[in-house]
T-cell receptor
Framework: TQLLEQSPQFLSIQEGENLTVYCNSSSVFSSLQWYRQEPGEGPVLLVTVVTGGEVKKLKRLTFQFGDARKDSSLHITAAQPGDTGLYLCAGARSNYQLIWGAGTKLIIKP | EAGVAQSPRYKIIEKRQSVAFWCNPISGHATLYWYQQILGQGPKLLIQFQNNGVVDDSQLPKDRFSAERLKGVDSTLKIQPAKLEDSAVYLC?????????FGPGTRLTVL
């Protein structure tokens, strides 16, 4: 069974601090996606990483796919209250089905 | 472009009652997914459709859950009879190729 472990499960920091969320697996994925979910809404896709070692930036968010395509990280620089939400990673199988992590609940305090 | 539509947004029922959820995917998206998301967890795939055919329903509790996608567009998910542990958010997603787009979900509370 393919599993994706996300850490930390919960993170509460002050505005302006940096943070990193990790997504790890023993399985290789064809791609990995990061989503953000706000209360009462469905997950919204932030980024898809496909190539081992790939780094993508989305404003203050930096996403990295591990060289072996088994792990990924999300780094947020100078976190803002608007970054608050549930961050989910999902690894894609070859048939595009997603294996989901349990999520990281992030709270940024003003 | 209109997003994935779901209804109702909220539903409260008593155990052993029946409930149905409706999903309208993004136009042109052949693949439709139903997920169950329990509080504090990631989404769990219940069923995947490609057009009006089932691709994967291995995690669908078929003794009480059923889903259909007639004409390959809209889909309904039904629970009959509901149990307390069915309390969750039911998400519908659609995709054209790889990236999935989600609806707002239906929050089900079973009392």
């Amino acid at each position: 069974t393919q599993l994706l472990e996300q850490s930390p499960q919960f993170l509460s920091i002050q505005e302006g601090e940096n943070l990193t969320v990790y997504c790890n697996s023993s399985s290789v994925f064809s791609s990995l996606q990061w989503y953000r979910q706000e209360p009462g809404e469905g997950p919204v896709l932030l980024v898809t990483v496909v190539t081992g070692g790939e780094v993508k930036k989305l404003k203050r968010l930096t996403f990295q796919f591990g060289d072996a395509r088994k792990d990924s990280s999300l780094h947020i620089t100078a976190a803002q209250p608007g970054d608050t939400g549930l961050y989910l990673c999902a690894g894609a199988r070859s048939n595009y089905q997603l294996i989901w992590g349990a999520g990281t609940k992030l709270i940024i305090k003003p | 472009e209109a997003g994935v539509a779901q209804s109702p947004r909220y539903k409260i029922i008593e155990k052993r009652q029946s409930v149905a959820f409706w999903c309208n995917p993004i136009s042109g998206h052949a693949t439709l997914y139903w997920y169950q998301q329990i509080l504090g967890q990631g989404p769990k795939l219940l069923i995947q459709f490609q057009n009006n055919g089932v691709v994967d329903d291995s995690q669908l509790p078929k003794d009480r859950f059923s889903a259909e996608r007639l004409k390959g567009v809209d889909s309904t998910l039904k629970i009959q009879p509901a149990k307390l542990e069915d309390s969750a958010v039911y998400l519908c997603a659609s995709s054209f190729v790889r990236e999935q787009f989600f609806g707002p979900g239906t929050r089900l509370t079973v009392l």
